[in-house]
């Protein structure tokens, strides 16, 4: 069964540009959720999506945005990025809420 | 502000030895809890979950939950040098979704 998958696996941008990130989750589960991991905050809860609704949502500003397909594929974008979006940017995948959830291997975001 | 706490470290034990990595929550209505592995440059990898009070056991590894404490707590029972990486507590209201409260980790290093 594959696992999470999330791509780009690492980029580099610009400040100000934007970005947008890729997942698809394990065949069969709907919940999609997105973390971001840096040194200094750890790993921090982004968004959640079920059935292509945003169920949940961390304390981030609305540069950071996300939406699901009907396949439960998802994506983020992050839009006039700063230099403190540099992280790595997780993506995580369930059957539901009460379920446990996978990781992906990460995308490398660095913003130069 | 819910939060979840963990001793960075990093913990030192030699081969061989029982290591034990500690997590408090500040949310009493957390339901599920978490221990993450994360290897250097690599994404956390679940290890052990536990719902209810008391001990859980998986090999080397054994989970302790004491809700009336809001304390977790992960033992690693004769420690491999391939142990050595960060370990992640994590903490879920199931009522919120799949979002998941992460401690910053706690580094565990194993000597042989």
């Known amino acids: 069964k594959a696992g999470v998958t999330q791509t780009p696996r690492y980029l580099i941008k610009t400040r100000g540009q934007q970005v947008t990130l890729s997942c698809s989750p394990i065949?069969?589960?709907?919940?999609v959720s997105w973390y971001q991991q840096t040194p200094g905050q750890g790993l921090q809860f982004l968004f959640e999506?079920?059935?292509?609704?945003?169920?949940n949502k961390g304390n981030f500003p609305g540069r950071f945005s996300g939406r699901q397909f009907s396949n439960s594929r998802s994506e983020m974008n992050v839009s006039t990025l700063e230099l403190g979006d540099s992280a790595l940017y997780l993506c995580?995948?369930?059957?539901?809420?009460?379920?446990?959830?996978?990781f992906g291997e990460g995308s490398w975001l660095t913003v130069v | 502000q819910k939060e979840v706490e963990q001793n960075s470290g990093p913990l030192s034990v030699p081969e061989g030895a029982i290591a034990s990595l500690n997590c408090t929550y500040s949310d009493r209505v957390s339901q599920s809890f978490f221990w993450y592995r994360q290897y250097s440059g690599k994404s956390p990898e679940l290890i052990m979950s536990?719902?209810?009070?008391g001990d859980k056991e998986d090999g080397r590894f054994t989970a302790q939950l004491n809700k009336a404490s809001q304390y977790v707590s992960l033992l690693i029972r004769d420690s491999q040098p391939s142990d050595s990486a960060t370990y992640l507590c994590a903490v879920r209201n199931n009522q919120a979704g799949t979002a998941l409260i992460f401690g910053k980790g706690t580094t565990l290093s194993v000597s042989s």
């Open positions: 995580a995948s369930s059957l539901d809420a009460g379920n446990t959830i996978y």
């Open positions: 536990i719902y209810s009070n």
């Open positions: 999506y079920f059935s292509e609704t945003q169920r």
């Open positions: 065949s069969g589960h709907r919940s």
